[in-house]
Every structure is written in structure tokens, then in C-alpha cells.
């Protein structure tokens, strides 16, 4: 088990979504689930997070932020897609400025599906996402010791 | 000889402080979760955290800033040995700011406009806090002097009173305790770099900072914690060896007040900040020093 695992800072970018799984996001850290538990911070920098979560559906014009913030993020990283709008951009997926989910920007490691997406589903990605940072922090030191 | 005791006291320090700041950090996080009405993570989170922040890739946009943080870390280590060597308050009193202005620089190396508005916001403090911190080392020498019969910067003076220098300079250290709350880096003055989430600034002076850079500048607060919670203790030992276990208990209610505080008050603009620190200082030290000078 490594230490990112016990420490997971957390950065939410808000796509294009509606504001109801950004509600659920930052209900997540409040009293009633308290994620900060387990460690877990909302950060507002992508260069101290480790756990990119995206609400909302890629458009034209978020393409390019959603990529600029998840390449400033330091490895090792995880991409949460929040919502049904993240995973594929649910009832907004035929229209004309909407190019699809997260993941026809970058890519994505855990979907968390829902209209709006429950912050136990939430929790539920982010402890999975957990167990695929903890995959890449030790390909990443192996990759270390190599070199 | 002065030498190597400060050696020796930087030693002990950088053993020793790194455990206690950790600890009292996972303490803050723990108190301030429950002033919340929440659980909060564990004990040692901040050491996790840490831990994590070492085994991050290695990123840096200047790599110029990790030197600064580096040399930052290396004179707050000092100023603590001084310290804890029984050595000179004013000493100590400049390595630390010398500390703290490495820190501004390796915010300033960065051409990251958040980073830069955090370094000018990180010096306004240390204008802010340096008039009052000055007026204390003063202050004590004039406490040591009324009390011993000569005055003294040494730290290990205390040692030799009757009575703490606590008597001679309580509004002195009202003064300290308004600017510590600035120095702790405690909202309302969590101006250049918060602890808690979201800032309008990013994450003000450490937003370029990653990796094994970020670490240290971690440790180097608790390092700074650890030494502020020396310098309030100061004010309460004398020859009495009991006397330490009221200083350990000063302190604890010193730092409870703190995390108080930052739970209760919202971020200040600067300029309060700057004219309420001084307006502070000028009057608890001011009046002090003068009410002992001409005693």
C-alpha cells in the first residue's frame, strides 16, 4: 500500500455541468460524509492533486482546459468522471457544441454515473480510483529504480 | 564553543521538531474537524501526506525554486538550534526571517502570476509581524534586566530568574500573541498561502511547488510552529524547574486559542492586516518598552 493511497488531494473541475453533481462533489466533504477522513482534500491547484474529478460534458470550449489542467497534474493521477454528463454527456450528448464524455479529452480511470451523481457513488469512484493510484505510484517507482 | 552548541541545537531540533510539528498539525486538522462537527482524518495525516508528497514525480518550472526552499528549510533549522541552544533571541529572531525570506523568493522564481500575488502577500506579512516580533526580543532584555539586574538576549538567561519575564511584559506578549496568529499562518491572516481549501489566489505562494518541493516546505511549517511554540513558552520559565510544565500548559492553551480563532474569523484584506499589526505592536510594545525604560 503506498502513502498515496492514505493521502489523496482531490482537484473538481465543473465541465459544463448544471451544478447539481458539483453540489454533490462538495457535499461529499461536508459534515454528513466528511471525505476528510480518509485523508481526502479539495484542492483548488492541479499541480498538489492527485485525483482529477470532472463534472459536466466536454464541449469546444472546455476541451482545451479540461487537457491543460489534467497535464499540469504530477504523476501519479487519477481521472474520476462525475456524473452521466462526464461519463457520456447523458441528455446533452446530441447537441451541436457538446463533443462527448471526459473521456474524449483525456483519459479516464473510474466512471461514476447518475443525474446528479450521489456522493456515496462518488466516495464509491474515488476508493476505486484509490486502488488505481496505488497501481500507478508503484509502476512509477519501478520506473524509477530502473532508470 | 557558541558554534558548536548551535550545531548541536540544530541537531536536536531538526530530529525533534519535524515529530512535534507533525503531531501538532494532525492535532490542528483533528481539532478544527470537530469545531466543525466532523470526524477529521487521522493523528498522522500530515505525515501521509508528506510521505505522499516524496513519492510524487519530480516536477518544477524553475528548478532554482527547490534551492530556495532548501536553504528556506535549512535557516529555520538554524534559528530553532539557536534556540534551543540557549543562544541569542535576536539571532534567532533574524535566521528565521532570513528563512522566511527565501520562501518569498522561491515564490517569486516562478513567473506563475498566483505564486507572485502569494509572494507579495507573503512579504506584506512578514511586514506586518516583524515590528511586534523585534519589540519582544527587546522586551525580553529589558524583562531579563529588571529581573536579573543585567540584560540579556540569551535564551538560557531565563534560567537564572526569580520570576518569569512573563511579570514585566504581559502586554508585550498580548502583542506576540496578535501577531502569531499571522505568523501560524491561522485565518483571518492566511492571506499569502491557506491551509484550508480554495483560495482566490490558487494556493498563493507554494501553487508552483510539487513533489518533494512541496514537502519540505510542509515540514519546514511544522519546524515553524514548533519554534513559535518555544518562543511563547519563553515568557513563562524561569529557575524553576516546575515552571516548564506551565509552559507546556501555556502553550497548549496558546495554540487551542489559535485553531479558535482560524475556525471563527474570515480572511482580512491586507491593509487591516498591516495597519492593525502595527497599531498592535507600536501600543503593547510600545507602552511596554517605554513603561520598563523609564521605570
Redesign the interface.
Known sequence: M???T??PWVIHYDGSSCNGCDIEVLAA?C?GY?V????I?????P??A?IFLVTGSINEQNISVVQEIYNQM???KVVIACGICACSAGIFHDCYNVIGGVDKAIPVDVYAPGCAVRPEAIIDAVVQGLAILDEK?KA??AQKKGA | MTILAVLIGTLIFAVLAPILGCLLAGLD?KIS?RM???????LL?PY??V??L????D?AVNGTERVYIICALVFTLIAGGIFVSGGNLLMCIFVLTLGALFFILAAYCTSSPYAQVGASRETLQVMSYEPMVLFMAVAFFMAVQAILGMGSFDVRAVLYLDVPVITNIWLVFLGFLFVLTIKLRKSPFDLSYSHH???EI??GV??????KT?AMVEVMHWCENVLFMLWVALFFVWGNPASIILALVVVAVVYFFEIWIDNNFARVKWQTMLTSAWVVALVAGGINIAFLAYL
Open positions: 503506498s502513502y498515496a492514505k493521502s466533504l459534515p466528511d476528510e477522513r480518509f485523508g482534500i479539495n484542492t483548488g491547484n499541480k498538489h492527485d504530477v504523476e501519479p505510484s512509477l517507482k | 486538522r474537524a466543525q462537527g466532523r470526524v477529521g482524518p487521522p495525516q501521509y501526506d510521505r505522499k516524496i513519492e510524487k514525480d516536477v481549501a480554495h483560495q490558487v494556493k507554494t501553487t508552483e511547488m510539487s513533489g512541496l
